[in-house]
């Protein structure tokens, strides 16, 4: 009797199976990403949907086209904006294949963290979906035409992550974010993203920098050379390149293959620290003006101009390093670095009493040590 029993049982989940709403791609906006701006106390919201209808169908790919459409609305809050959004359309928003959150320059008015809350509240954003700071408005990176792939928010994905890959910039992620405001006297930085006007009178997007946060509040913004420094601090380097330029071989152009950097704190007199770089670089043998020179390493004269090269790289570090620890710690105040975490590390009462003033006084020495062993061949 049991047996029947289970029997019907499964036969009836099988005919109401029929029932359940299931939403089929169509009946879907797929956000592949979100703009937030703020001015006059409403926000804007911006997002980028995935639209197949530039291909002639429904469902198939044109990668000629830029197969996305925007839909922009405003509120007085992140969810009346997004509601107002949903009323322009006729399909309900799916943000589970989000890849960018981009904020305006009007957001950096706004206590970072707050925004980042009400954004994953209203919006259900993914932790791993890629942050950007426009250096204007949001919705002008997400409405640039951008035709240099399948999906714009893709395209703009991958720039990131080719310039992170270059270690260019910081690929920052939503968790990371998160995480950096979490605790205290923690900071963070976002890359900046800008459009630039290109040839007949269409526009590119290039990475310029990154903007800085001191806990909730934005505090400026880092140039190449600061941004560089700040990866190198935090032992983030990845086929970093360099130009050098000396009147034995003109200019060379040089790659960190390999790095390594370490803080040494001193707190015996004060708060000093030393960071050690041992860094290995190649060098592009196409770059050189000294008619061929540096083919060979064990020769005499070529290794006189290797080593003024690692002379020239070692003092480029350290100015970019410079760069950072100036434009970060003494300028704004901001430990960006981590030397609070080592000295936490090293002496957390010495830590508990500064923390009121930290970063407060402090100097930082360079240790750069170059090798120059590669020599890529044309």
């Not at 190649?282 to 020769?299: I, P, Q, T, W």
Request: with cysteine; net charge negative; hydrophobic share 40%.
């Amino acid at each position: 009797m049991k047996r029947w029993l289970l029997v019907l049982s499964l036969c009836c989940a099988l005919l109401f199976s029929g029932c359940v709403q299931v939403s089929a791609l169509q009946e879907l906006a797929v956000v592949q990403g979100v703009g937030v701006d703020a001015a006059d106390g409403r926000y804007e919201l911006t997002l980028q949907v995935f639209s197949a209808e530039g291909s002639g169908g429904q469902t198939i790919l044109d990668p000629s086209q830029q197969n996305a459409q925007v839909i922009t609305c405003t509120g007085a809050t992140i969810t009346e904006a997004l509601s107002q959004t949903a009323l322009s359309q006729g399909r309900s928003f799916f943000l589970g294949h989000d890849r960018l959150l981009i904020l305006g320059e009007g957001t950096r008015e706004l206590p970072l963290s707050d925004l980042l809350h009400s954004l994953s509240g209203s919006l259900g954003l993914r932790e791993d979906v890629m942050v950007l700071a426009a250096e204007k408005t949001a919705r002008e990176i997400l409405e640039c035409p951008v035709n240099q792939g399948v999906l714009p928010a893709l395209t703009i994905e991958q720039t990131v992550q080719n310039a992170a890959g270059e270690g260019r910039i910081p690929q920052v992620r939503l968790l990371d974010l998160n995480r950096a405001l979490s605790e205290a006297h923690r900071s963070a930085v976002i890359p900046l993203i800008r459009a630039e006007e290109g040839q007949q009178d269409l526009k590119t997007l290039s990475l310029t920098g990154a903007a800085l946060y001191a806990q909730d509040d934005f505090c400026g913004t880092l140039g190449q050379d600061a941004l560089s420094g700040l990866l190198l601090f935090a032992d983030e380097t990845k086929n970093m390149p360099f130009i050098v330029s000396d009147p034995a071989f003109g200019s060379l152009g040089l790659r960190i293959y390999r790095c390594s950097s370490r803080l040494i704190p001193d707190l015996t007199a004060g708060i000093r620290f030393t960071l050690r770089i041992d860094a290995k670089a190649a060098v592009s043998e196409s770059a050189l003006k000294v008619g061929g020179s540096l083919r060979n390493e064990d020769d005499a004269a070529d290794r006189e101009l290797l080593q003024k090269a690692e002379t020239l790289l070692a003092e480029r570090i350290r100015l970019c390093c410079e760069a950072a620890f100036s434009e970060t710690v003494i300028r704004r105040g901001c430990d960006i670095l981590g030397l609070g975490d080592v000295v936490w590390r090293q002496q957390p009462e010495l830590f508990r009493a500064l923390s009121e003033s930290w970063p407060g006084e402090m100097t930082v020495d360079y240790d750069i040590r170059v090798k120059i062993d590669r020599v890529q061949e044309n």
